[in-house]
């Protein structure tokens, strides 16, 4: 398992689940050209490049470097990794037909390629989270989820960290481990 700092920005859900196979970090989806359409998860995005960077990784179709251009406009160069895929061509295993350029995406690399790709572009594993990380029964046990006020207790929890209410319970677990302390998170907690 690669543990980095960075957020990692792809285009849907199944290059996340790719790569969530072995990284560690916060892996952010655009949903594909749904990104020009939600400025608020644009928004999400720049804020991780200003607080630990991020790498983009999309497909290397049209496509995909629209997408990669969009999210980089706007965005300081040394916040950004470029990791790109090489040409490859086939159809993934979950489709029917190839994509309208006959390339592979980031789901159909193989896990060594995509490793490789990583190393090649400077990215190292890193100790990013505490020892103690906030867990899913932590968020539990401090009302922001699976009780009745949960949705309104996380919204506000959201608000504070001036994070998206679209955020993934995981996703709010692993950016809350990437970026802070189990204290500072409980003291935050107190706070709200």
Request: contains cysteine; positive net charge.
């Amino acid at each position: 398992m690669l543990k980095i700092s960075q957020a990692v920005i792809v285009e849907g859900r199944y290059d996340k689940l790719k790569l969530s196979n072995f990284l560690d970090t916060l892996i952010i989806e655009t949903n594909g050209f749904g990104i020009y359409k939600d400025k608020e998860k644009l928004k999400f995005i720049r804020k991780l490049a200003k607080e630990r960077g991020i790498i983009i990784l999309t497909d290397s179709d049209h496509s995909g470097f629209q997408i990669r251009n969009y999210i980089a406009s706007g965005i300081p160069k040394e916040k950004i990794k470029h990791i790109y895929i090489p040409d490859i061509y086939g159809k993934e295993k979950r489709k029917n037909n190839p994509s309208k350029e006959g390339k592979l995406g980031v789901e159909g690399m193989s896990e060594e390629l995509l490793l490789r790709l990583f190393e090649n572009a400077g990215v190292s594993s890193q100790k990013v989270t505490a020892d103690d990380p906030v867990t899913k029964y932590d968020l539990f046990e401090m009302g922001f989820s699976g009780t009745p006020d949960a949705k309104e207790n996380r919204k506000k929890l959201l608000q504070s960290l001036d994070l998206p209410e679209f955020l993934s319970t995981n996703s709010l677990l692993s950016y809350i481990n990437s970026s802070m302390t189990r204290e500072r998170f409980i003291k935050l907690c107190h706070e709200l």
